[in-house]
């Protein structure tokens, strides 16, 4: 195997192994899906360079195919993530609005983001 193959190889495992503690060391879920969101692509582009300098031509462009799905398409399930988490359990939203310096009041979060009791979204706003 080529050095250059396997320091990359190793690299990007060590990128995603990184992800896997921030899995686990993170209390919010925005945290942690922030910590798989930001490393898995980069591990995954790390390793698909070495591994497409040891297989070829061929291959680097399949997998070359696959880190462009990955690096367009991540994000956007990242996100969703993050809006349906938001949405669903009030527990994990911040106490302290960080910009404004300022304590949340649950009383002044806008209606449509808590529809009343028995009724569903009908869309999105």
Known sequence: MNPVAAILILAGSAVALLAGFGLVRFNSPYARFHAAGKA?????????????????????????????????????GIHLLFRAVHRTDPTTRPAVDELAGQPIDPETVPSSAHPPDGEEHLHDP
Not at 50 to 74: C, K, M, P, Q
């Open 40 to 76: 898995a692509p980069i591990a995954f582009l790390i390793a698909a360079g070495g591994a497409s300098i040891e297989l070829g031509a061929n291959d680097a462009a399949r997998l070359l195919l696959a880190a462009a799905a990955l690096t367009l398409t991540l994000p956007v």
